[in-house]
């Protein structure tokens, strides 16, 4: 009896287990943050905590990068953002940015830049403005509109790369070649006539990112992609200082970065042409409305910080029921 009450235990924690890895691995929605990557509970609190590397995040977002191209497949961005209080009255906001990569995936021998439009208007939402912006999520073409995606898609597709450039060069001449060739079909969503303060990455080559070290990851508390073999690589960090108001938090927390990801041919077979694509990445709160901020003007209390229902905790916490159930 006590064999058949083992095995029936196992069977439930393999299901359990499984059940998870398909929850994990086939969300619903385009952006998806904490409850979904499983981040680890604060000490002495209800909230969420991402600990990754050497930065603490409050919060989390994670989107698949949308291709065409087979051999880019399972590519994805992560945000995190974290924010630190100051005697001076305001706080300092850290997003966050870092680059998904299967585990048996490489750069090497292909061009490839990330260009962040970090400046963008207050018309680049998702959903409606009476929505709760910590939940909103969606593609790029919800955010800004299908004529702006597609003239930017086809300006970077456009961008004449030379074969005698560096990657480093490359990304750089990409930037300007944005700045000074402004596309009218995204006239709104600018923040004035222009992009302002674009800023590039290279991602390849000399000076390219690099995924962080198995040491450091299995030192992470938290490792915010699914699935969780894959990698994650450091591209950018975006810092900006603001006071304690809601309105404020609300805008710094879950505010929309447009990032485009170039990749042009190089020694490798990876991409035979240039090829873009477009993410618009925020980080995604709980849907309970414990991490809404407070009316305008109001000030926040907690860093924006609430419960988030952990999906993989919930999982254990049903094995852990149904083995007590087994074995008494």
Known sequence: MFLQQRTLLSVAVAQALMAQGSVAQTFNETIVGCAEVDCPTASGSTAAECKLD??????????????????????????????????????????????????NFSLDGTGACALFFTHVSDRVMFGEKSDDVSTTQGTCAEALSDDCVEALISHAEGFNVTGDSTNEDTCKKLQKDFEDNFDKACGSF??????????????????????????????????????????????????????????TLSEEYYGITPILTFFFPG????????????????????????????????????????????????????????????LV
Not at 56 to 62: D, H, K, P, Q, R
Not at 191 to 198: E, I, M, S, Y
Not at 218 to 238: G, H, Q, Y
Not at 301 to 320: D, E, P, R, T, W
């Open 54 to 103: 050497d930065k603490t995040f409050s919060m989390i977002g994670l989107a698949k990068i949308d291709t065409n191209e087979t051999a880019l497949e399972g590519l994805s961005w992560v945000e995190g953002v974290a924010v630190s209080d100051s005697d001076g009255g305001n706080r300092t906001f850290d997003k966050s940015f870092y680059l998904g990569t299967p585990s």
């Open 190 to 247: 600018a923040d004035g006539k222009t992009w302002v303060n674009l800023k590039y990455t290279t991602l390849s080559g000399s000076g390219g990112v690099e995924p962080i070290s198995a040491e450091n990851k299995t030192s992470s508390e938290c490792w915010p992609i699914v699935p969780k073999a894959d990698n994650l690589s450091f591209v950018r960090s975006i810092e900006t200082t603001g006071d304690y108001l809601a309105d």
């Open 267 to 326: 020694d490798s077979k990876l991409v035979s042409k240039t090829t873009a694509q477009l993410t618009c990445m925020k980080t995604i709160g709980t849907s309970d409305g414990t991490n809404s901020t407070q009316s305008d003007g109001s000030k926040d209390q907690n860093n924006g910080s609430g419960s988030l229902a952990q999906g993989g905790h919930a999982v254990m916490g049903l094995v852990i029921a149904m083995a007590v159930f087994l």
